[in-house]
C-alpha cells in the first residue's frame, strides 16, 4: 500500500453577504489506493457529499486532483481561516478593486431602456466576468470578487505588445478577452464617467481587436424588432447618467 503525507483534508468557508458555507475535502485511502472525497454546504448544518474519483487512483493523481480542487474553491473566494473572508490564508490575494456587477431588471423594462439614451446595449458572452490590470509589464487579472487570478497565456502575451498602464472590465472566453469598458487608462479614473460622457474613451480599450482582445461594441436606441429584444435583454448595469444593457 502507498504511504501518504499528513496533510489529506483541507477545510475552507466563504462568508459573504447571508452566505456562510464550508467546503471539506479529503484524500482517503481505498484498498491501497486513494479515493479523493468532498462534502459541502451551510456552516452547521447537514453537508452533501461526493467524489471526485469515480474509482480508486494512486497516490500522486489523488493529489493532483485535490490539489486542483482547492485551488479552485480558492479561486472563488473560500479560504481556510475560520472568518471566510479572501483577506486572509489565501493563494488569491485583494485586488483593491471591486468590479461592479450587473443589476437585474425586470422583463417589462427591457424595451424602455433599449429606447432610453441614457443606456446603451452590449452582448454577453457568457464568459468568465475578469478585468486586467495593467501596469507597464505587470499584468494581473480580477475575478468578480476583486481577487487577484490568473489570465490566458495568449491574452497576457497579447497585452505585453501594448504599452502603457490601463485597467478594461470584460469577459474572457476560452483564449479570448471581449472588453466591455475602461477603468482606467495611464493613471486616470474613467469608472465615475457615464458611458454617455464626452471624455470616455470610446471602443472599451486601447487594446481594442488586438490578436485575442476585442472590444465589445455599444450601441443606442437599437430597438427593431420589440420582440426579439425583449427576449435578448437580460440585466443592467448601473452607471449615473448613462447604463450598459447586457443582452444574451
Known amino acids: 500500500m502507498q504511504s501518504a503525507p499528513h496533510q489529506n483534508r483541507v477545510t475552507l468557508y466563504y462568508r459573504a453577504g447571508t452566505s456562510d458555507k464550508v467546503y471539506q475535502t479529503a484524500i482517503e485511502p481505498d484498498g491501497g489506493h486513494f479515493v479523493v472525497n468532498f462534502a459541502y454546504g451551510r456552516r452547521g448544518a447537514t453537508l452533501t457529499t461526493g467524489t471526485k474519483t469515480s474509482s480508486p487512483v494512486d497516490y500522486d493523481t489523488a493529489r493532483q486532483i485535490h490539489t486542483k480542487l482547492v485551488g479552485e474553491k480558492k479561486a472563488k473566494g473560500y479560504t481556510e481561516g475560520l472568518d471566510g473572508t ?55 487579472g480580477i475575478n ?23 485597467i478594461p472590465d ?27 460622457g464626452p471624455v470616455r474613451p470610446a471602443g472599451g480599450s486601447p487594446a481594442v481587436n488586438h490578436f485575442g482582445i476585442r472590444a465589445c461594441p455599444a450601441g443606442r436606441n437599437r430597438v427593431q424588432d420589440p420582440a426579439k429584444d425583449r427576449a435578448l435583454g437580460t440585466a443592467a448595469a448601473g452607471k449615473p447618467g448613462g447604463h450598459r444593457v447586457q443582452t444574451a
Request: proline share 7%; net charge negative; charged share 30%.
Open 86 to 140: 479572501p483577506y486572509e490564508h489565501s493563494d488569491k490575494q485583494p485586488s483593491g478593486i471591486l468590479p461592479q456587477l450587473p443589476n437585474p431588471v425586470e422583463e417589462a423594462e427591457v424595451e424602455a431602456l433599449l429606447r432610453d439614451d441614457s443606456y446603451c446595449a452590449q452582448e454577453k458572452f457568457d464568459g468568465r466576468h475578469l478585468l486586467i490590470r495593467k501596469e507597464d509589464e505587470r499584468i494581473e
Open 144 to 166: 468578480k470578487k476583486g481577487l487577484i487570478v490568473g489570465l490566458p497565456q495568449t491574452v497576457a502575451n497579447d497585452l505585453r505588445c501594448i504599452s502603457g498602464s490601463f
Open 170 to 196: 470584460g469577459e474572457s472566453v476560452g483564449d479570448d478577452y471581449h472588453a466591455f469598458d475602461l477603468l482606467e487608462l495611464h493613471g486616470d479614473n474613467f469608472a465615475p464617467v457615464a458611458v454617455s
